[in-house]
């Protein structure tokens, strides 16, 4: 089955610098990652997401790229504000998981002001 | 519903009871996920439903955990002779169809087994 490996487990930044987050995945078939804040007691919130048949997705302060030859895609946060504080976990599906999300083990991000 | 619910939000029982966790999804999605969070991970699966079938339970951790939906809207996940490992985060998800599209989650249910 698919694993998902996610780096770093924290990662400290002050408030706006850059934040980046990098992901493996092993299953060549999965074809949509997306990425996921969740705030401490609250749901996985969706923030964007990825299909294998781009490159890079970019929503205002917000972008993910993807290496399907490398099996890696990253989320990339500019100009960093406190409340981005969070963890961030990233996930992959396709293939033979056809919806089943597989997740990594998440990134505790802390913005200081 | 605007989005998904979950109920009830905490869950404190006894080990060995019997357990229902209820889900109600985004109205119209189609594909149900649940998924159990330990403290410090991230999700982990446990069944898909696809309408009224559950088209891949392979994430059930053992026959003690059971999951139904029936009319093909709400969902019940149900979790006999419970065990202290099985306190968690029970979350729910749905999406509007199947395979890969994005998935909304709920607020979740965190049991806890005494």
């Known amino acids: 089955g698919e694993n998902v490996e996610q780096h770093p487990s924290t990662l400290s930044v002050q408030e706006g610098d850059s934040a980046v987050i990098k992901c493996t995945y092993s299953?060549?078939?999965?074809?949509?990652f997306p990425w996921y804040k969740q705030e401490l007691g609250k749901r996985p919130q969706l923030i964007i997401d990825i299909r294998s048949n781009v490159g890079e997705k970019k929503d205002q302060r917000i972008a993910v790229t993807l290496n399907k030859t490398a099996k890696h895609f990253s989320l990339h946060i500019t100009e960093t504000q406190p409340e981005d504080s969070a963890v961030y976990f990233c996930a992959a599906t396709g293939g033979t998981s056809y919806g089943k999300l597989t997740f990594g083990q998440g990134t505790i991000l802390t913005v200081h002001p | 519903g605007a989005g998904v619910s979950q109920t009830p939000s905490n869950k404190v029982t006894e080990k060995g009871k019997y357990v229902e966790l209820r889900c109600d999804p985004i109205s119209g999605h189609t594909a149900l996920y649940w998924y159990r969070q330990s403290l410090g991970q991230g999700p982990e699966f446990l069944i898909y439903f696809q309408g009224t079938g559950a088209a891949d339970d392979s994430g059930l951790p053992n026959d003690r955990f059971f999951a139904v939906r029936p009319e093909g809207s709400v969902s019940t996940l149900k979790i006999q002779r419970t065990e202290r490992g099985d306190s968690a985060v029970y979350l729910c998800?749905?999406?509007?169809?199947?395979?890969?599209?994005?998935?909304?989650f709920g607020d979740g249910t965190r049991l806890s087994i005494l």
């Open positions: 998800a749905s999406s509007l169809r199947g395979g890969s599209q994005p998935q909304h």
């Open positions: 299953d060549s078939a999965s074809n949509y």
